[in-house]
């Protein structure tokens, strides 16, 4: 009971408080193996699993819908498995990925039944200024969502690492793959949102200059990011020296001579500084 319970509290700091905190990197599995280490008692082994499955998840990173595994739930019961039947890499490795995969699922499933019917409630809230209403229901959800997702490592303990290979196994192949199919069209459903928040006709000419390096001309995606930092870095200057300009021609006094020559030599000096 103790180690079921210390690995589910482990999971739900770790992973719900990553998203509760941002990308704070609580999840991963090399902060996470050294604490289901600690609290088991076995550190070096928790440091040492939870090191070697961070090479494995390394490239996994977890942005709204752009998911393909949950590293924080596999490395939990991965470590704790392991410390608990002193089988090091042999049983850890076997259980992480799996895991990893169907504790996305299974995160997701949550969400959009704990969280998604409670979306027009903060939308109706906001709509009245009720801010104490929003940040109890936010909190509140956040709290039922990972309660329920610290189960499953509790249950798993409990039950021990054959059981939890069985579960995995009994699961049918059309639910994985509708779970997956379903996965796979959130990232089209947040970048539409983002769109609907963000958009401004006056940037769309980025938006779709990037459609098109990625679409069409297969540019890496670290490329067109490189190259949306240095547009990013560029607009920023123009509107700095911008900016500087107008603050110049607002500090200097309003000519009263009606002169032809002199009004002609100060718009003159104004392009000259606008266009240096």
């Given amino acids: 009971m103790y180690e079921a319970f210390a690995v589910a509290l482990v999971v739900f700091l770790t992973v719900g408080g990553q998203e509760l905190l941002g990308f704070s990197m609580l999840g991963r599995p090399i902060v996470i193996g050294p604490l289901v280490g600690l609290l088991l008692g076995d550190v070096k082994t928790g440091l040492m699993i939870g090191a070697s499955l961070e090479t494995i998840f390394m490239g996994i990173v977890n942005i709204g819908g752009a998911s393909a595994a949950e590293p924080g739930l596999a490395s939990a019961l991965a470590v704790a498995f392991a410390i608990m039947m002193h089988g090091g890499l042999g049983v850890a490795l076997p259980l ?27 939308d109706s ?24 997702y610290s189960l499953i ?11 939890t290979q069985k579960v995995l196994k009994m699961i049918p192949t059309i639910i994985v793959h509708g779970l997956t199919v379903a996965g796979n069209v959130l990232p089209a459903v947040g970048m539409a949102m983002l769109m609907k928040i963000l958009w401004d006709k006056n940037i769309s000419a980025f938006y779709f200059l990037g ?41 200097k006094p309003v000519a009263t001579n009606t002169n032809t020559s002199t009004t002609e030599t100060k718009d003159e000096q104004e392009n000259d500084d606008f266009f240096s």
Avoid: C
């Fill in 211 to 251: 459609f098109i390096l990625v679409a069409y001309l297969k540019m890496p995606l670290i490329a067109v990011a490189v190259m949306g930092t240095i547009i990013a870095i560029l607009v920023a200057q123009r509107d700095y020296q911008i900016h500087n300009i107008g603050q110049k021609v607002a500090a």
């Fill in 96 to 122: 992480a990925i799996p895991l990893g995969i169907i504790g996305l699922q299974i995160k997701t499933l949550i969400y959009v039944l704990i969280v998604g019917p409670f979306a027009s409630k903060f």
């Fill in 125 to 148: 809230m906001a709509a009245k200024g009720n801010q104490k209403g929003i940040v109890r229901l936010h909190y509140g959800l956040w709290t039922l969502q990972w309660f329920i």
């Fill in 153 to 163: 490592p509790f249950f798993a303990m409990l039950f021990g690492s054959e059981a």
